[in-house]
């Protein structure tokens, strides 16, 4: 089981991780919402659970709760800008559809 993460969303979370001072790398995950069913989460992590899954690649730690695992494992973690819009994006092998605005997706 695996997450990594692309050379721009390391150097992003790089920079954000420095600019806010503080934090021991980045959890991601999935919650349910949308018309798909789930939604990837992202946010910064100040610590680490004795249950999480940690991974490290390209100096940058991602922290995973196991019970999302599941439906992340084999993913990587983009940044992309397009345009006025930019932010994380996953690149995940295990989803089936995803719902037309792009917002959920389903396993």
Sequence with gaps: MTI???????D???DFLNNRGSGVGI????KTT???GMAYVIEFADD???TDTVFEDKGVKIIVDPKCLL???GAE???????LNEGFKFINPNE???CGCGESFSV
């Design 4 to 10: 990594t993460i692309t050379n721009s969303a390391a």
């Design 48 to 50: 680490i659970s004795s």
């Design 34 to 36: 949308g018309c798909s």
């Design 71 to 73: 439906y992340i494992d």
């Design 96 to 98: 089936k559809a995803r």
């Design 27 to 30: 959890r991601v995950g999935v």
């Design 12 to 14: 992003k979370a790089k």
């Design 77 to 83: 973690l983009d940044f992309s800008k397009e345009g």
